[in-house]
């Protein structure tokens, strides 16, 4: 009965949100309903109708009792989440309340005419064969088999190849108007080699490429029909690269052949990235409030923005775990402080969403396409981050999503007080 009700009422809060807040594919508040509604779903068909049950780390083994608990405290979660969200809304000025009400799906594309001057079919190639060179020089015959995950040498050449590839990711999806064969090929070339690191940067770039993509590619159903087809693939992309570290070799060669099972007994399949990206983190969650201890000074680190060795994180940090491999969840670690607390927590978090909707609806009516889009997907990590990871690794999120904002207001005043002439 009590979650019957709590489902009627989430849909009941959607419903009155979706009667100001106007949905459009880009939405940072709908993509997290979107995304939590799918997880707890998936997570309930698993739960019941799938056997033989994958079972990462034996977090499965469950009662109905423990499920549906946490399944419970999930939705009080997202019906806080709503509740701020709506809230927020209610409280904003007309000019806002305008804002929200609209369709911003016609703002979202860019129309792009490459320059005679600009040769990026010479440039795309020569950077991408760079970037390749550099994975080289950082990891030698490594980036194909090595017996180590992460490569703690060459920092410095590291930021650069990461900066570089984001430049070129950009470049590629601009050469895509006027050569899909080649931009496709070499954005394929990057994608693999740097699969061959295990980054989750991986990720950054496919995201950024099929995101531009879309900006470039107009207002049909073609084109939304396959944003929303690389967005899903996005996700299980995502989880696939997460996975690696967890495999016995690690380089390009163990990495593809995990996808099939066929190297070191490992079963990297698509079912198996699905579970991952949606339905892993509601077990997370069970184990978290299982072995978590309560302790509100733990929340207070997590929600330090300083760096890790100016906080006592690292003092708790190692028995913040399920395992090496598995930290306690954002969400695991809310509900373990509380109802109240969960409740406060996500209530902000509604909130803090509704806000950054509203920046990334302003940026997108001042064509400030790329900017809009750089805060959705430190929001969309987040989204992810806080259904599997810690709580402070999904917090920095935010953060940083906060702090392209302050960026940008520095550098406005820095324009402003210019001398003139």
């Known amino acids: 009965m009590e979650l019957t009700l709590l489902i009627l009422a989430a849909l009941f809060l959607i419903f009155l949100l979706n009667r100001g807040l106007k949905y459009y594919l880009l939405s940072p508040v709908y993509i997290y309903i979107l995304f939590s509604v799918l997880s707890l779903g998936l997570s309930t068909l698993y739960f019941y109708y799938y056997e033989p049950k994958i079972s990462l780390f034996n977090l499965d083994k469950v009662s109905v009792k423990s499920f549906f608990s946490v399944i419970k405290l999930y939705l009080h979660a997202l019906i806080a989440f709503l509740i701020g969200a709506i809230i927020y809304y209610d409280?904003?000025?007309?000019?806002?309340?305008?804002?929200?009400?609209?369709?911003?799906?016609?703002y979202l594309f860019i129309k792009y005419k490459s320059s005679s001057s600009l040769k990026l079919e010479i440039v795309a190639p020569i950077m991408v064969f760079s970037i390749i060179g550099m994975y080289f020089l950082l990891y030698g015959n490594g980036i194909f088999i090595r017996d180590y995950y992460i490569n703690e040498a060459g920092r410095g050449l590291k930021i650069i190849i990461q900066l570089l590839s984001f430049i070129t990711v950009i470049i590629l999806g601009l050469l895509n108007e006027k050569?899909?064969?080649?931009?496709?090929?070499?954005?394929?070339?990057?994608?693999?080699?740097?699969?061959?690191?295990?980054?989750?940067?991986?990720?950054?770039?496919?995201i950024v490429y099929v995101v531009l993509l879309f900006l470039?590619?107009?207002?049909?159903?073609?084109?939304?029909?396959?944003?929303?087809?690389?967005?899903i693939f996005g996700f299980v992309f995502l989880s696939f690269l997460t996975g690696l570290r967890m495999l016995k070799s690690h380089g390009l060669i163990p990495y593809l052949s995990s996808i099939t099972g066929e190297f070191n007994g490992e079963t990297q399949n698509i079912v198996f990235n699905i579970y991952y990206s949606f339905i892993f983190g509601v077990y997370v969650t069970i184990g978290t409030l299982k072995k978590a201890v309560f302790d509100f000074g733990i929340v207070l680190t997590n929600l330090n923005p300083l760096p890790g060795r100016f906080t006592d994180w690292y003092k708790h940090a190692d028995q913040m775990r399920l395992n090496i491999y598995a930290p306690f969840s954002l969400h695991g670690r809310v509900f373990k402080t509380g109802m109240l607390f969960t409740y406060i927590y996500f209530f902000f978090n509604g909130i803090i969403y509704m806000y950054f909707e509203k920046k990334i609806r302003y940026f997108l009516k001042d064509r400030k396409i790329l900017l809009a889009i750089l805060l959705l997907i430190f929001l969309c990590l987040y989204i992810v981050f806080s259904f599997e990871y810690n709580m402070r690794s999904a917090v920095r999120m935010i953060y940083y999503a906060y702090f392209i904002?302050?960026?940008r207001y520095l550098y406005l005043q820095v324009i402003k007080n210019l001398p003139t002439k």
Do not use: V
């Not at 409280?91 to 016609?106: A, D, I, R, Y």
């Not at 070499?186 to 980054?199: A, R």
């Not at 470039?216 to 690389?230: A, E, H, I």
């Open 91 to 106: 409280l904003s000025g007309k000019k806002n309340k305008l804002l929200f009400n609209k369709n911003f799906t016609e």
């Open 179 to 206: 050569s899909k064969i080649l931009s496709f090929s070499l954005f394929f070339l990057l994608i693999t080699i740097s699969i061959g690191t295990g980054s989750r940067n991986t990720f950054l770039y496919y």
């Open 216 to 231: 470039l590619g107009g207002n049909t159903f073609f084109n939304k029909s396959r944003l929303y087809l690389n967005l």
């Open 405 to 407: 904002l302050l960026i």
